[in-house]
C-alpha cells in the first residue's frame, strides 16, 4: 500500500519518515519531490569492474548548469535526506524530466527500510540535456511493509553526497577474488 500525500505529512511530523529538509510544498498526490544536489560523481575508468573498487571523481555542478551528453552516465545526490525505519521510500523520476530523456535511476529504485541519507542518482542522459543543483529531479513514494521489520546496515547506510558502487565489498565478503 502506497501513502498518500497527507500520510506522508503526517508520516514526517511524527518522524516516522525523514524527509531532510523538509517543504511541505514538495508534496504531491502521493509521493514528496527530490531536488539535485551540487555535487556529481564520474568514473574515471573506461572499463568499470564491480569485482575491485573503481577510481571516480566528485565535482561540482555549476549553479548556470551541466551540461549532459548523450550517453553520459554519472552519479548525483538527492538534496535532501531520505529515509524511513517504518516504510519502504521507492524513487521515481519526475515525469517532466523523464520526458527530456533523463533517467534518474537506471534500475535501483528501492531504498531499504531503514537506510536514512542522501538518495544516489544514477543519471543516464538518452538526449543531449542541461543539469541544475536544487531542481526537482525525482520523487520517494512509501510503501508499507507487511511481516517483521528489519532494519538496512548496508554499505550505503548515511550515504552523503553520490556514493560510487561498493559491488567490490560483495566480492571480498563471499571471498569470489582472492
Not at 507487511?146 to 565489498?169: T, V, W
Request: proline share 4%.
Amino acid at each position: 500500500m502506497i501513502l498518500t500525500g497527507e500520510e506522508i505529512k503526517k508520516q514526517v511530523k511524527k518522524k516516522n519518515i525523514i524527509i531532510s529538509p523538509f517543504d511541505e510544498k514538495m508534496i504531491t498526490t502521493n509521493s514528496c519531490d527530490l531536488r539535485l544536489g551540487d555535487d556529481y560523481l564520474v568514473y574515471t575508468e573506461k572499463v568499470l569492474d564491480p569485482a575491485r573498487e573503481n577510481k571516480y571523481k566528485i565535482k561540482k555542478i555549476p549553479k548556470n548548469g551541466l551540461l549532459l551528453r548523450q550517453g553520459d552516465f554519472i552519479l548525483g545526490h538527492s538534496l535532501e535526506d531520505v529515509g524511513s525505519k517504518k516504510f519502504v521510500p521507492i524513487i521515481h523520476a519526475k515525469s517532466s524530466i523523464a520526458r527530456l530523456g533523463l533517467f534518474v535511476h537506471v534500475t535501483a529504485d528501492l531504498i531499504d527500510i531503514g537506510s536514512i541519507g542522501n538518495i544516489t542518482f544514477q543519471l543516464y542522459a538518452t538526449l543531449p540535456i542541461k543539469i541544475y543543483p536544487g531542481m526537482k529531479i525525482g520523487q520517494v513514494s512509501f510503501w508499507v511493509t507487511k511481516g517483521k521489520i528489519k532494519l538496512y546496515e548496508g554499505k550505503y547506510q548515511g550515504s552523503n553526497g553520490p556514493k560510487a558502487s561498493q559491488a567490490h565489498k560483495d566480492f571480498e565478503e563471499k571471498r569470489l577474488i582472492k
